[in-house]
């Protein structure tokens, strides 16, 4: 994995852990490991699509599953669009890892229409559908911050200050 996407993971886990050890203090029956997990190598096939061609998510995918990190890998399937979401259901590592990488531009920690003003930049190119298919997608996210937030006893825009505190210790 490059350094940047490392720097990237990384603070993907920041606001991942954030958002999970809330909702987990609040009683919900979420697993933190995984949480954590899932954030730090959501983008594990970003380096090989970049170098070689092809779709990051099924290749990261792929490289989880080929470790025996099954579960790992269902959330790095979705970590760029969820298949299924329940915005009164239980809450799912999934939809944190998907926010929480929503929530970082590069390795800066940003708000939901910061990062939807950079992924449409950068890959709209002026196609109507992949911008509407992009801005369909942040709907969603905006739809999985306020369940997320419902559990939370802080607010979308104190992610940055209280994340940027979160120790993660990897080599």
């Given at each position: 994995?490059?350094?940047?996407?490392?720097?990237?993971?990384?603070?993907?886990a920041?606001?991942a852990?954030?958002i999970?050890?809330?909702i987990?203090k609040?009683?919900e029956?979420?697993?933190?490991?995984?949480?954590l997990?899932?954030?730090?190598?959501h983008?594990?096939?970003?380096?090989?699509?970049?170098?070689?061609?092809g779709?990051?998510?099924?290749?990261?995918?792929?490289i989880?599953?080929?470790?025996?990190?099954?579960e790992?890998?269902?959330?790095?399937?979705?970590?760029?669009?969820?298949?299924?979401f329940?915005?009164n259901?239980?809450?799912?590592?999934?939809?944190?890892?998907?926010?929480?990488?929503k929530?970082?531009?590069h390795?800066?920690?940003?708000?939901?229409?910061?990062?939807?003003?950079?992924i449409?930049?950068?890959?709209?190119?002026?196609?109507?559908?992949l911008?509407?298919?992009?801005?369909?997608?942040?709907?969603?996210?905006?739809?999985?911050?306020?369940?997320?937030?419902t559990?939370?006893?802080?607010?979308?825009?104190?992610v940055?200050?209280?994340?940027?505190?979160?120790?993660?210790?990897v080599?």
């Open positions: 994995m490059w350094d940047n996407i490392k720097a990237h993971s990384l603070q993907v920041k606001v852990l954030l999970g050890q809330g987990w609040k009683g029956d979420i697993s933190l490991p995984l949480v997990a899932g954030a730090l190598l983008d594990i096939g970003k380096t090989e699509a970049l170098r070689k061609g779709d990051h998510v099924e290749i990261g995918k792929t989880c599953v080929e470790q025996g990190l099954k790992v890998a269902q959330i790095v399937a979705e970590h760029v669009r969820l298949r299924s329940c915005s259901g239980v809450v799912q590592e999934k939809e944190i890892v998907y926010y929480a990488d929530r970082v531009n390795d800066q920690i940003v708000s939901l229409e910061e990062r939807l003003d950079y449409l930049s950068r890959y709209a190119r002026k196609d109507p559908r911008r509407q298919a992009i801005v369909k997608n942040f709907h969603m996210c905006k739809e999985v911050e306020k369940k997320l937030f559990y939370l006893d802080f607010h979308p825009w104190e940055r200050k209280l994340a940027l505190k979160q120790s993660i210790l080599k």
